[in-house]
């Protein structure tokens, strides 16, 4: 049990609000309700994301949200959310945590508390090497310049269509 409560509280920190003595409150309450609420971006491929075929979700987040309810032998409920509604979702106690891969920036920072990523990514931008105009991120996020973005298919069969 001491394990599970100290995973719980890390995974707490990931997304809670930053209010001295919350966390056992928050705690008391999952465990009264026998539910942890769970904000999520269900359009995130592989992190957290809803088949839009069958509704199910799927990720490494949504799995790890259900383990974490497994071990406090609660329920999860998943709150849909977003990058943008997330600071509010989590204040207003929509969720008692979020993950759905947040990237955390200083404006998050004031208003949450973050656990130590368990995941990173990169972005990447392409272009030719004969491009003479987007040479640096800085040419990129100029007026006057479009960016399209693109998503790959793999297909599997003939019954897939998600991005991959």
């Keep these: 049990m001491k394990k599970t409560f100290c995973r719980f509280l890390a995974m ?3 997304v809670q609000p930053v209010v001295a003595g919350e966390a056992p409150d928050r705690l ?4 009264t309700s026998k539910q942890l ?14 088949n839009p075929k069958t509704q199910e979700l799927a990720g ?4 790890n949200a259900r383990e974490l309810a497994r071990e406090l ?6 709150i849909d959310s977003s990058f943008a509604r997330l600071v509010a979702d989590v204040t207003a106690d929509r969720c008692d945590i979020a993950m759905f891969a947040i ?3 200083p404006a998050r920072a004031e208003k949450l508390s973050f656990s130590p990523p368990h995941l990173t990514s990169d972005i990447y931008a392409i272009a030719t090497r004969t491009n003479r105009r987007i040479t640096s991120w800085d040419d990129i996020d100029s007026p006057g310049t479009i960016v399209a973005v693109r998503s790959e298919e793999r297909r599997v069969g003939k019954e897939c269509s998600l991005p991959c």
Excluded: K, M
């Design 12 to 14: 707490l920190c990931l």
């Design 103 to 105: 990237g955390i920036t």
């Design 60 to 63: 490494v987040d949504i799995d």
């Design 73 to 78: 032998g609660v329920e999860v409920q998943f």
């Design 28 to 31: 008391a309450r999952i465990a």
């Design 37 to 50: 609420r769970v904000c999520i971006w269900p359009d995130y491929y592989g992190i957290s994301f809803r």
